[in-house]
């Protein structure tokens, strides 16, 4: 059943696991928190946060900080995903973020909130609608590029 957010009880509980991983991040340059919880198939949920660094390319966002925890729980199919930032809008996640995902699943669900906005749902094939993929199996030299 939806509340008056539009969300089942199952996606608010995930928006919340985002806030509260949020509430982690190591945020000292931009000041900006945000947070992922990443619901596997299997239902299994996993969370990250942004850790930014002073080497800016260093910084890894939340988003692929909980798509490497599920990789590394043993997970590789995802269901949704939900972010939270701290900024009053809700923030989409990055170019970089949305390729990762899409190495994972076909297509995903996001949930993103800001402080002021959202829910907002979105699907990872409007956000990235032609994401790169390589044919597997090939040794590197005439990889195809989709």
Not at 33 to 56: I, K, P
Not at 62 to 73: I, L, M, S, W, Y
Request: charged share 25%.
């Amino acid at each position: 059943m939806s509340g008056k957010d539009g969300l089942s009880e199952e996606e608010r509980e995930l928006l919340d696991l985002a806030r509260k991983a949020a509430a982690s991040a190591h945020a000292p340059y931009s000041g900006i928190r945000v947070g992922a919880a990443l619901q596997t198939e299997d239902g299994r949920v996993f969370t990250g946060c942004n850790v930014e660094n002073a080497s800016y390319g260093l910084t890894v966002c939340a988003e692929r900080v909980a798509v490497f925890a599920a990789v590394a729980g043993g997970a590789r199919g995802f269901h949704r995903m939900a972010v939270y930032s701290s900024t009053q809008r809700a923030l989409s996640p990055c170019g970089a973020c949305l390729q990762v995902v899409s190495e994972f699943c076909r297509d995903l669900d996001f949930i993103l909130a800001g402080e002021g906005e959202g829910p907002l749902r979105r699907r990872l094939s409007s956000l990235l609608p032609h994401p790169t993929r390589l044919e597997r199996g090939s040794a590197g030299v005439g990889d195809t590029i989709r």
